[in-house]
């Protein structure tokens, strides 16, 4: 079983760059046909897909945060990170890191982390 635990700031300053690490056991990350989502919830708000990273290491990222998101990977360490610059109190929400396992069709998350954009 996909087990995924993110890590990273509770609060970050307007204007700095959040870092976000999400650290995987259970499975590789350069298994076949897995993908590490990112996907956060501000409050009072609906599921916002971020961007993700493949088995293959291709990235997407959602257009409205292209120009200041990447996702990236340590395969070395298992662990995948999303990096958010200029943040603003806009993105605080509850950030979560995720597995699309295809075999399976099963969708596995991590419990989440709150991340608060404050001065």
């Known amino acids: 079983q996909v087990q995924l635990q993110e890590s990273g700031p509770g609060l970050v300053k307007p204007s700095q760059t959040l870092s976000l690490t999400c650290t995987v056991s259970g499975a590789s990350i350069t298994t076949n046909y897995y993908y590490w989502i990112w996907i956060r919830q501000p409050p009072r708000k609906g599921l916002e897909w971020m961007g993700a990273i493949a088995y293959f290491g291709s990235t997407s990222v959602s257009p409205s945060l292209k120009s200041r998101t990447s996702i990236s990977w340590d395969t070395s360490k298992n662990r995948f990170t999303l990096q958010l610059n200029s943040v603003t109190p806009e993105d605080t929400a509850v950030y979560y890191c995720?597995?699309?396992?295809?075999?399976?069709?099963?969708?596995?998350w991590g419990q989440g982390t709150q991340v608060t954009v404050s001065s």
């Open positions: 995720t597995s699309w396992v295809d075999a399976t069709k099963f969708w596995y």
